[in-house]
């Protein structure tokens, strides 16, 4: 009996000093930002955003599936699958795994595989305005399931399904200033892990004006400042315990203002 209570006992505190020496070593960036340079900018915010207590899958159906974006706060609970991204953790389980990344331009010409710890060490960094879409190399989608398993089985995506489709997830890591030029697709949640994701985004017919090799940064710095009231997006900045929905066919762009890992789950 004395034997159990000290073996509970020691279990228990082995876990708690793994969890204080993860959250020492780490804070609440999960060891990604480290010295790196974020981006201040998060703009301004004009998407509904809601806690999802506030919102039944009625209304979401009603009042945003087809409609427009929304952004949903504290309807996941990640917290497993937040410690799992640790940036020690997902070195531990994955380093020599093999990652594909993609150029980041609205076309993603070039594939390229890596080794998950020479991501990390050499490519993962803060992307300057000057770089090309095409020249920028992305760690966003293709992952390998098989490999990955274990991790993408503790995710919990949001719960409200859009009816007729199935749920696909795409995981990436990226620096701060990095992010993907405008393009659409299906309808689909994006959630960010660790880091703030900026967010911008135009109904289906009204294709905004970029070039499809520069980066979303570029747009930014160039397009972006000049529009009239009537060009501007709908636009908002997301941390995690937030996950913003964008439905069918809406164009947008996204950029990284810290390093960020992050999960969408696109509804094929
Ligand atoms: C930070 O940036 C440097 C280069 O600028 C890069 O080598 C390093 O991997 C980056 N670290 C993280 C955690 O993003
Ligand atoms: C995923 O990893 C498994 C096991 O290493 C490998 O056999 C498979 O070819 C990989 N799949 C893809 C799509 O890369
Ligand atoms: C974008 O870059 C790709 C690959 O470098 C190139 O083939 C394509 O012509 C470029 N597109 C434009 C519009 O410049």
Known sequence: MGRKVTCIF???????????????????????????????????????????????????????AYVKPVILRGIT???????????YNLLREYRDKTVRLSTANTHSYRKVDVL??????????????????????????DNNFTEWEALFDE???????????????SFGIAGPGTGVPFHWHGPGY???IYGRKRWFL?????????????????????AYSSLGIQQRPLECTIRPGEVLYFPD???????????SVFISTFLG
């Open 155 to 169: 995710y919990h995506a949001p719960p409200y399904k859009i009816p007729h489709t199935n749920p696909a997830y």
């Open 249 to 259: 066919r809406w164009w947008h762009a996204t950029l990284n203002l810290d390093t």
């Open 77 to 87: 609970d990640n917290k497993r699958f937040r410690f799992l991204c640790s940036k």
């Open 116 to 141: 998950f710890d020479e991501f990390v060490e050499y490519l993962l960094r803060p992307q300057s305005a000057g770089t090309l879409g095409s020249e920028t190399l992305y760690f966003f989608g």
């Open 202 to 222: 135009y109904p289906p017919d009204e294709e905004p004006e970029f070039h499809p090799n520069h980066t979303t940064l570029t747009w930014v710095r160039d």
């Open 190 to 192: 994006s959630e960010v």
């Open 10 to 64: 020691l279990s228990v505190l082995s876990a708690w000093l793994l969890v204080a020496r993860e959250s020492a070593l780490f804070g609440d960036d999960g060891g990604w930002s480290s010295g790196n340079h974020s981006l201040r900018d998060e703009g301004p915010c004009n998407i509904d955003v809601i806690h999802y207590t506030s919102l039944t899958y009625a209304q979401f159906l009603q009042q945003y």
